[in-house]
């Protein structure tokens, strides 16, 4: 009985050992053949391009995303992405494995806005000492996508006290994208006040005179040349009779710029030349009555002081660029073309930026004044613009 007992438990273990041998060999061959089955199968890899911040309103489609895919192919159709809301948004891509399985990628990109707003502004504001001036007058900002954008300014100035102030304008979009600019408050003294000022050198008795530089000029007819050049500024008027029309001269020089500036792709024309002395008078008293003489007479001539009376002068406007006659042209193209080439055509930027102290008027970047390619470079200074004031040795301020 003992040994039948001992037979059988051998039985038993014998196959238990079998069924063991068995099932290894079964694991294993499974484990083979899914490795086998993976090797021949590859994984797909879809790499999308390096920055998923997407600028609000570009145009873009989804297939634009994907910078490579490896191990399958894309299937989705190419289709436009709505770029025109700020904020996150889910992608999905159909694209067929390695098995040509049909799979879904999806990823997330984030539609920003990293324009910062442009604010049109005066570079000069001058005022008399007392007399307050609206810092936010004609200043307004735009942004690519927040509308209404409103100008905060800062700065330490006192309208009371004579002096120069730099004050600052802020503009901010709702992405938080801020740009400041600078600009310039003088507040002057009280005009009767300046009797210290040196008067221009010109005799009376003749109407020849020399001037504190030394150049020869004469008032003939009642307008004045220096060195042959007509000056018309504020110290030096003009007839009221006096009426040429933009001169010949004048004409030519703007139309050969005006063709030189297309060959590099920039449209500009005249869009004021002559102007009477009536039309200046008519302009001038439009001004003063709505910002005060005092404002006016830094941006605008009173009747018989203005360039544009005598026929040389003309302000110059893009036919791409909606700007004219404003700050919003200074720093477009068309004014950094003009400042850079008007010299070779004998024509000068008359009233350059922080010379309003000899000009007598603010900049304007629009404003050209024909006086021949020959003191035209040499005012031209390499790009240093000198005025006719200073390079004459003359003043520009009303007696
Ligand atoms: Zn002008």
Known sequence: MKRKLKKQSKVVIIAIITTLLLVLIATSILIWKTKNQNENVNETKI??????DIEVFSEINNLDLIKDIKNGEITSEKEHIDTNTLGKQEIEIIYLDDNSEEKEYTFTINIVD???????????LITTVGNDINLLKGVSAKDNYTKDI?????GDYDFNKVGEYTIYYTAKDSSNNKTKEEAILIVKEKSNDTNNEK???VSNNSNEFTTSKGFKGYTKNGITYIDGILIANKTYGLPQS????LTKETQAAINS?????ATDGINIYCQSGFRSFETQQRLYNNYSSRDGAEAADIYSARPGHSEHQSGLACDLCSKDNSACINSGFDNSNEAKWLSNNAYKFGLILRYPEGKTNETGYKFESWHYRYVGTELATKLYNNGNWITLEDYFGITSKYK
């Open 150 to 154: 409103k100008v905060s300014i800062d």
């Open 199 to 201: 008067p221009p050198v």
């Open 242 to 245: 006096y009426g040429p029309g």
């Open 257 to 261: 710029m005006a063709a030189a500036a």
């Open 47 to 52: 790499t999308l391009i390096d920055n998923l």
């Open 114 to 124: 990293t324009e910062k707003p442009t604010i049109t502004f005066d570079k000069e």
